[in-house]
């Protein structure tokens, strides 16, 4: 499989292409098949770009999803969104970012931005920090985050520039090809100073957005090991293994060291810190497209440092 960028007329720049040749033992398969089984798009994927005249191409010329592709063809499809149905406002906002290339994106995402829109937040999201970003730049893309952080939540993120890319990041999100490292400020010192906590999460009746330990809940892994400590708190290094709403700041809370500034399981301290002490440290990936290994490390933000001289 090869990927090329062929942004010639009547094309805009940043147009994104796959290009597949056809294997001799695909001669005579239908152009659909292709594309689920060897290439991997989603049925929301081929319904979408079937319809665009740039979007399945065999030689340079047209083909649909019946169309049977011979040995040795080119199979060309479209990966740039032609249309945004995310719906969200682009928005003008400082962008850290850490790598760039034509299909992903990773920020260092400052804490007190939402990821998406909500209430009290529908403008000012990272979302519509990145689209507005991509509109400066001519950049043909929605928003397509392949994890997500919780508004307080600083640190690594990785999205990507069109939806192939974020299927293909997301069916390795919880396996050892992706791998992601968080640092907390925490209430307290665990004992023992490094474990395994593994108790099941699920929703709480008493709040749309609280999480709880519950017997019938998803299941939910979270490694954690002391880093440093001071009389009444401690930095911690935590490693998921699987991505549960509030996974860490229910899971250290439920250890007895809740994160600092945790105003939901554990004590709100606008005086120390304006959220909960979390930061996302490391994010280690195999570039989907390429297959390259990309690790990106983001050091401990100054609010949080400063909670441990205090």
């Not at 069916?171 to 010192?189: K, M, N, P, T, W």
């Not at 440290?281 to 690790?295: A, D, Q, R, V």
């Amino acid at each position: 499989m090869a990927i090329v960028d062929l942004t010639s007329a009547p094309y805009a720049d940043h147009v994104r292409y796959l290009s597949y040749i056809v294997p001799p033992e695909h001669d005579q398969v239908e152009v659909g098949m292709l594309l689920r089984r060897s290439l991997g798009l989603s049925a929301g994927l081929i319904k979408r770009i079937k319809w665009l005249d740039d979007g399945i191409a065999l030689d340079g010329k047209r083909a649909t999803t019946r169309t049977r592709a011979a040995a040795g063809q080119c199979l060309r499809i479209r990966l740039s969104d032609s249309a945004r149905s995310s719906e969200i406002p682009p928005c003008p906002g400082a962008l850290d970012i850490l790598y760039e290339d034509d299909d992903l994106l990773v920020v260092n995402k400052p804490p007190g931005v939402a990821v998406h829109p909500g209430i009290g937040h529908w403008a000012h999201t990272l979302g519509g920090f990145v689209l507005h970003y991509y509109d400066k730049r001519g950049i043909p893309a929605d928003f397509h985050p392949v994890h997500r952080l919780d508004k307080g939540t600083s640190g690594a993120m990785v999205m990507a520039k069109h939806s192939y890319g974020q299927e293909l990041l997301r069916q390795s999100l919880h396996s050892s090809a992706f791998h992601r490292e968080y640092l907390a400020v925490c209430d307290g010192i665990p004992a023992p100073t490094h474990g395994s906590i593994t108790f099941p999460l699920a929703h709480s009746g008493e709040s749309v957005i609280r999480q709880e330990i519950r017997s019938d809940g998803l299941p939910a892994h979270t490694d954690y090991e002391l880093i440093t400590h001071t009389a009444c708190r401690s930095l911690v290094r935590l490693r998921l293994k699987t991505g549960r709403t509030h996974q860490i700041r229910v899971h250290m809370a439920a250890i007895g060291c809740p994160l600092t500034g945790d105003f939901l399981y554990g004590t709100e301290q606008p005086e120390l810190i304006a959220r909960p002490a979390l930061h996302s440290s490391t994010l280690s990936f195999t570039h989907p497209l390429s297959g390259e290994e990309l690790t990106f490390s983001v050091p401990l933000p100054k609010d949080m440092e400063t909670l441990l001289t205090i």
